[in-house]
């Protein structure tokens, strides 16, 4: 039995905070949920597909964002309790349906997780979704420590429900990941039937519908103002004249602070976790208990600005600060020094630094780029991409995922990323405002995402492009998650289809397709020439199941590779590939047989032949 079903209410459990999220939605009695993966909110995904399997749980990996929104907004408007998962960029794709879904609302509750990440852990962009409750009118609840995190599920729920909209539910990075004793509620038991009521005055937004629906959304929101004003989620702390405005894990950090720098008789909190609709009210009398105020916020001013516009509609003077020149910066995540010091320079507190341990004797860390893995069949296709085309002047527009590295040196296949898709759409630009060679890369799972569309301009606009589609058969960067051209078989389960991927790219009207095994260098190198040098759109399939991702499956037949005697110490193969197995000892090329999985690329590209299989690891 999977462990987030133990119905033990009153335990108290280890979680990290995806699982503590995942499990509060269980005890909210969700019976439908969906997504597309991305960190940080990769791991509510897997825990609610690992207990589907074993309950009445309704859970599907979408196709993207967007879609797993709409599917998830019929499920609520058929009576379900509906959740649906996302990364933050995620909700960019998903906005098309999210701001009018705001309009039509939900029968049943719907809560939207948007997994923010500052600082970029795993991310292109550090946008703070904050705004996307402004934006769509719709409730935003923020929690500061895992605990919360599993609280607010059932809330997010219940608010849904009492609105009859859906209610966001905005997480970082450091909550996602963070791990900490959360006490277990009673499991509901799930409905997982529904039944459509038909309403298309209601559900169709024809521009008579909607001008209608608009009117209601604005009702909501000011029903939303009046329960934000008495949210528990809203709350004060201290009573002191100096006042502190935070949310979500800044309210950890300054916390710590006040007790740190001794000032608990100084300070009141105000802990905004409702942050839309804020509570105008609540913050405005807040502020006319304080002398000056500072607004301790991630990302960017969002409750700074508000403060101010509600400070300014009370007719107050304090001063109010929070980002700035050595105040909060809009960049990164905190962390609990940085508070501790910003919030003593503000206050005129004197905050001596910490005592800096003696660490000479400790040997420097040694720096660990990201890498492709050992044996990763990308690195085959780059450098047989390099090779193809060579003495060409070629732009490489890539895509989102484990490809993404293949940007740096040595193999420097990647020059223009932005979002999901945009390899395609980019290529098509590049193509047409340039003379120069366009070869774009883009993975399965992401070309399935978002890639389809660009591809399809592609061929209608006759865009002169080469698109390598990296098939690994799995969606590898977030964590093997299944996409629609994965055989489900493999992983044990039935009752799924499976989409293929050359059969559909024809099917476009792409007139040149191949596909390749990229570990078969020679021949790689001749099918990726032969499609640069056709005239029109051409697509190169690299099929070849991540390494990692057949290790789980126990499909990894190759031996490790050893470097004979016959070698001459060119390193072309350190110097051309990159791969992590590669190593140097006494200025020799090594291989580390733990690690190297024998795909065997490398002793196709060592001038000697010097590089073959390793008789016996021992």
């Not at 499991?187 to 009521?197: A, I, N």
């Not at 802990?271 to 990302?299: D, Q, Y």
């Not at 945009?422 to 890369?441: E, I, L, N, R």
């Amino acid at each position: 039995m999977h462990k987030l079903l133990a119905d033990q209410a009153g335990q108290k459990v280890l979680l990290l905070g995806n699982e503590a999220i995942a499990r509060g939605a269980l005890e909210a009695g969700v019976a439908f949920a969906s997504t597309y993966p991305g960190t940080p909110s990769s791991e509510i995904s897997l825990n609610l597909f690992q207990i589907a399997q074993e309950t009445d749980l309704y859970f599907e990996y979408s196709t993207n964002e967007k879609v797993a929104l709409e599917v998830a907004a019929a499920a609520a408007n058929s009576g379900l309790r509906s959740m649906c998962m996302m990364k933050h960029v995620g909700v960019n794709v998903a906005a098309d349906a999210l701001m009018t879904l705001a309009y039509v609302g939900t029968r049943a509750g719907l809560v939207i997780i948007s997994a923010d990440d500052p600082y970029m852990f795993s991310s292109q962009n550090e946008q703070d979704n904050r705004y996307y409750g402004k934006l769509s009118g719709l409730p935003i609840l923020e929690p500061s420590s895992v605990e919360e995190a599993k609280a607010m599920v059932p809330a997010a729920f219940e608010l849904s429900e009492t609105l009859g909209e859906p209610v966001i539910l905005r997480t970082t990075t450091r909550i996602n990941h963070s791990n900490a004793v959360v006490t277990l509620g009673a499991l509901v038991p799930p409905r997982t039937k529904g039944h459509f009521e038909k309403d298309p005055f209601s559900y169709v937004t024809v521009p008579a519908v909607s001008r209608r629906l608009h009117a209601r959304l604005l009702d909501n929101i000011t029903r939303a103002e009046a329960l934000a004003e008495e949210s528990p989620y809203n709350f004060e702390e201290g009573g002191g004249s100096w006042g502190i405005v935070c949310n979500g894990v800044s309210y950890t950090y300054v916390a710590d602070a006040i007790h740190d720098l001794g000032i608990e008789d100084k300070v009141r909190i105000l802990r905004i976790g409702f942050s839309h609709p804020l509570p105008a009210e609540r913050i405005g009398t807040f502020l006319a208990a304080c002398e000056k105020v500072l607004v301790v916020e991630e990302g960017e001013p969002y409750l700074e600005e508000a403060v101010k516009a509600f400070a300014q509609e009370k007719g107050l003077t304090l001063p109010i600060k929070g980002k700035g020149q050595a105040l909060f910066s809009r960049l990164y995540e905190f962390d609990p020094a940085m508070v501790r010091r910003i919030l003593a320079d503000y206050f005129g507190i004197d905050c001596p630094p910490p005592s800096v341990p003696d660490l000479s004797d400790v040997p420097e860390i040694p720096q660990r780029p990201p890498t492709l893995c050992a044996g990763c069949s990308h690195r085959a296709t780059f450098y047989a991409v390099k090779k193809a085309t060579e003495g060409l002047d070629v732009i490489h527009p890539s895509d989102i995922g484990c490809y993404t590295l293949g940007f740096l040196p040595p193999l420097s296949m990647g020059d223009f990323v932005i979002c999901m898709g945009a390899s395609t759409g980019s290529a098509g630009g590049f193509a047409q405002a340039t003379d120069q060679k366009v070869v774009s890369f883009i993975g399965d799972s992401t070309f399935f995402h978002s890639g389809i569309p660009g591809l399809i301009n592609a061929v209608f606009n006759n865009h002169d492009l080469t698109l390598i589609i990296l098939d690994n058969r799995t969606t590898a960067m977030t964590g093997h998650q299944p996409n629609p051209g994965v055989d489900m078989q493999e992983l044990n389960l039935d009752g799924y289809g499976q989409v293929a991927l050359e059969p559909l790219v024809k099917a476009i009207g792409v007139q040149h397709v191949t596909t390749i095994r990229p570990y078969q260098l020679k021949k790689s190198i001749a099918a990726i020439r032969e499609a640069v040098t056709f005239e029109g759109v051409s697509v190169v399939i690299a099929e070849e199941k991540c390494a990692l991702y057949a290790k789980a499956l126990r499909q990894l037949r190759g031996k490790p590779f050893q470097v004979s005697e016959r070698c001459r110490n060119h390193r072309d193969c350190i110097n051309d590939l990159g791969c992590p197995a590669f190593y140097l000892e006494d200025d020799r090329v090594r291989i580390d047989a733990d690690i190297c999985i024998g795909c065997a690329l490398c002793a196709q590209v060592c001038p000697e032949n010097a590089i073959v299989p390793l008789k016996s690891k021992s």
